[in-house]
């Protein structure tokens, strides 16, 4: 698979927990749920696939396009939550009571999302030859 089909698969998984939280079928992010948990889990396996994938090309450029998966994703998160907010409907589970504050709150979480992105692919791709070595011997 192509960088860009990892990205758009994690985007598309975003934009459905997106859907889901504007249309009022799902919680918010930041409150602990259940659907939360398993759509950044869904989020972080594609990463971690993309990290395998990419151990060939070494730990950094897979931490690297790992972070940067993780941050398609999140910047979809982070538009509904702009949508959200103009359709009265919290989306990223604070309140923020000017687009100024949502804004640092968005960039805070994309930041924080694209290094948990960086590390979990970078764990794949150091992973991924260790196991097969395991596997040959």
């Keep these: 698979m192509k960088d860009s089909h990892f990205s758009a698969l994690a985007a598309g998984i975003a934009f459905v927990q997106g859907a889901l939280i504007l ?8 409150p602990e749920s259940a659907t939360g948990a398993l759509f950044s889990l869904a989020r972080m396996a594609i990463v971690f696939w993309q990290g395998w994938t990419l151990a060939g090309s ?10 940067l998966t993780a941050l398609s994703a999140i910047a979809v998160i982070c538009a509904f939550a702009l ?9 990223l589970g604070i309140s923020a009571s000017f687009p100024v504050g949502l804004l640092l709150v968005s960039a805070s979480v994309a930041l924080a999302n694209g290094a948990l992105g960086a590390l979990v692919a970078g764990a794949g791709a150091w992973l991924a030859p260790r196991l097969a070595k395991n596997r040959k011997g």
């Design 58 to 67: 070494g730990f950094r450029h897979a931490a690297a396009k790992g972070a």
């Design 83 to 91: 949508i959200g907010r103009q359709a009265g409907t919290p989306v």
């Design 23 to 30: 249309a009022g079928l799902a919680p918010p992010l930041f």
